[in-house]
């Protein structure tokens, strides 16, 4: 560890990263899908931390072992709905910070107003945690 998390450290820092994500949650999306989000995001972004945790949540819940192990491969299995995979598709491409209007439309027919901003929200959370872990070298425990 290169420093302690920031978010662990600096006054108040922890309180708005859980608010922030609790906001997203109020938004009528599923909890666990939140959760499938966040593990395939945290793939994409190598956050070791946040793959195991989240991870740890999914199995927990008693999400379908083939959701939990095939997320990084979704575009590819059976498992997933339509509107979780334009979801899918929506993180990937805030991940990358470029959405096509095409991964967006896709994911507003599946999705109220609110929802998206909900996922957005999500999604820009769980990229935050990705990067502090990232940088600084956070570790499984």
């Known amino acids: 560890m290169r420093i302690t998390n920031p978010i662990m450290s600096v006054p108040g820092a922890m309180k708005a990263l859980l608010d922030l994500s609790a906001a997203a ?16 995001v945290s793939i994409m972004n190598g956050c070791g931390t946040c793959i195991d945790y989240h991870t740890k949540l999914l199995r927990q ?6 959701k939990v192990y095939a997320v990084a491969g979704w575009r590819d299995v059976p498992y997933y709905t339509d509107a979780e995979k334009a979801g899918f598709a929506l993180a990937e491409q805030i991940t990358r910070v470029h959405v096509s209007d095409d991964v967006w ?17 999500a999604i820009g959370a769980i990229n935050l945690w990705n990067r502090m872990n990232v940088a600084t070298g956070q570790k499984v425990a």
């Open 25 to 40: 949650g109020s938004t009528g999306l599923d909890g666990d899908y939140v959760e499938l989000i966040c593990l395939r």
């Open 105 to 121: 439309d896709e994911a507003a027919k599946h999705y109220t107003e609110e929802q998206l901003a909900g996922l957005v929200i």
């Open 61 to 66: 819940a008693n999400v379908a072992d083939e």
